[in-house]
């Protein structure tokens, strides 16, 4: 098993990957009725969130899981 410091060396360009806080936000945002009201009058129609749900959702299986080649 590899410790975080091994993993951190193993994946390249880290800076890139989003946590999984960040994921949950946006998340957040899109399904309140602040984000619906955004959407309907300046979008002219409602954002699918499962995009944001999906990402979400693989963030959250990569940090149990650990697995470098899943990303």
Known sequence: MSTNSD???????EWLI????????????CRSWRGRLYQRYM???????????QA???CMFWLQRQDV???
């Open 18 to 29: 989003r946590p999984c806080e960040e994921y949950n936000d946006e998340l957040s945002y």
């Open 69 to 71: 080649q899943e990303l």
């Open 43 to 53: 979008l002219g129609q409602r954002k699918d969130c499962a995009p944001i749900a």
């Open 56 to 58: 979400l959702h693989n």
């Open 7 to 13: 993993r951190k060396q193993e994946i390249s360009g």
